[in-house]
């Protein structure tokens, strides 16, 4: 049923966000006038095919499920039938270079405008938002450093206002991962507003994931070790741990806040802990073997036990924005998504991260699947996100991608005129090695992902 759940939410989001962006393509195309062959989900053999409209235009779905495209009427793509007089007016390449630019901004731009429209959505639905009160931070961090409190409330960084966890997790990779000093300003449980300098210059920041996230010092604000949840068909649930149980210690360290527990998971690398719990005034000891997870935002892998700890009821806030404030917050926040995904593309460029951080089909059809079973929200969080990549993505300038045309038409409009035959086919060439080769990274990441994660379990 878990395998039928993640199947389906994989599905319904490649489906959802490949009809989006190529129906951006197909209304621009056809605005302006624009003769459209065929609507193609998926690539390869067709398994269905119909047509329909004045202009008898194929709907295709394709046998491989990995994107779409859309086939316009075009003099130079004729595969040697001549193109009737009459629509030769209605051909691609023979309309102006801003209505070309159109039809092929209207892609991403269509993947943007569902993010932000998907967002809107969620703030105004009310939603329960853990708001960003920390924790006491470990000693040697930047947070420690700065003077961060526990009970400390996040009130912005880097001038940009914070609202909830979900902000300061955005704005600290986006403000924090180039800077070496980032303002923060916070108010204290004495109800002092202070601003903190943090210090970002010696965290390693090649891999953007949990331990990034840990190395900074910026915390939850946690009660007790308390065991509030399990997740089924995880090591703590193997082992027997319930919720309730009192956490005292792991590898002889103590453990006093749910913090620490993370720290101690993720420095055992899967390998197996002396746990030490406490059940109806007992202790007792159990051992287990944390297991690799990927992280959502596509980082680095980290490890997890499969238990949640219950936050102080304080620190969650039921959220119902009006619909000006959550247009204004979701703009916001895809806005600030899409520069953060090319940043850190652009970061992989040159070597300052990790190429370990793009993920292939296996890893988003767990996130798809685990966020769908978390319910509608969760869900559509999650296609809001890939819509943003998705949309981000297909601007770089590659060849084959609708950044190369972007870029062929810039070639065209500071020239005055197109990029020669072979140009364009040698760009074709090394763009197709370019996705190819993404493409087998992505698969790559995602195989030693599945196989590390096989491999602890099978050892523990």
Not at 24 to 46: C, D, W, Y
Not at 167 to 188: A, C, F, Q, R
Not at 284 to 312: N, V
Request: charged share 20%; net charge neutral; proline share 6%.
């Amino acid at each position: 049923m878990e395998m039928m759940t993640t199947l389906l939410a994989y599905a319904v989001a490649l489906g959802v966000l490949v009809v989006l962006h190529e129906l951006g393509h197909f209304a621009v195309a056809r605005a302006n006038g624009v003769k459209v062959l065929r609507f193609s989900v998926g690539f390869g053999r067709p398994l269905w095919k119909r047509e329909f409209g004045r202009d008898r235009t194929e709907w295709v779905l394709a046998a491989i499920p990995l994107g779409g495209f859309v086939k316009m009427l075009d003099e130079r793509e004729t595969e040697g039938a001549p193109i009737p007089e009459a629509d030769l007016p209605r051909a691609f390449n023979r309309q102006a270079l801003w209505r070309r630019t159109l039809i092929v901004l209207a892609g991403p731009v269509a993947n943007l405008v569902f993010a932000v429209l998907a967002y809107t959505v969620i703030g105004m639905v009310a939603t329960a938002e853990v708001r960003p009160i920390l924790g006491s931070p470990a000693a040697g961090t930047p947070a420690a450093s700065a003077g961060v409190k526990n009970g400390d409330l996040v009130v912005s960084l880097g001038g940009s206002p914070v609202h909830s966890w979900g902000d300061m997790s955005l704005l600290l990779i986006k403000e924090g991962l180039d800077k070496k000093d980032l303002v923060m300003t916070v108010k204290g449980e004495d109800g002092v507003v202070r601003e903190l300098t943090l210090d970002f210059s010696q965290i390693p920041s090649r891999e953007v994931g949990e331990a990034w996230f840990a190395a900074t010092g910026l915390g939850f604000h946690e009660v007790d070790p308390v065991v509030g949840e399990v997740t089924p068909g995880t090591p703590a649930a193997r082992s027997g741990l319930q919720p309730g149980d009192l956490l005292v210690s792991i590898n002889g360290h103590p453990v006093r806040v749910g913090a620490e527990v993370s720290s101690l998971v993720r420095a055992s690398q899967g390998r197996p802990m002396a746990v030490v719990i406490e059940r109806g005034g007992q202790r007792r000891e159990i051992s287990l073997a944390a297991e690799p997870m990927p992280d959502p935002k596509g980082g680095e892998s980290h490890y997890r036990i499969g238990i949640a700890f219950p936050r102080d009821t304080g620190a969650i806030a039921e959220v119902h924005l009006g619909p000006v404030e959550a247009f204004t917050r979701a703009f916001a926040r895809t806005r600030d998504t899409a520069e953060l995904t090319l940043r850190i593309f652009g970061r992989m460029i040159v070597g300052r991260s990790s190429w370990s951080n793009i993920s292939g089909p296996v890893r988003i059809a767990g996130i798809a699947g685990e966020s769908a079973r978390m319910g509608y929200i969760a869900y559509l969080e999650f296609l809001a996100f890939v819509s943003i990549s998705l949309g981000v993505l297909n601007l770089l300038p590659v060849p084959v991608l609708d950044g190369g045309h972007l870029l062929y038409y810039a070639v065209e409009f500071a020239t005055g005129h197109p990029p020669s035959v072979r140009l364009l086919d040698i760009g074709q060439r090394v763009g197709i090695a370019l996705i190819i080769g993404l493409t087998v990274l992505a698969l790559y990441n995602d195989f030693t992902g599945v196989v590390i994660a096989y491999l602890t379990r099978l050892l523990s």
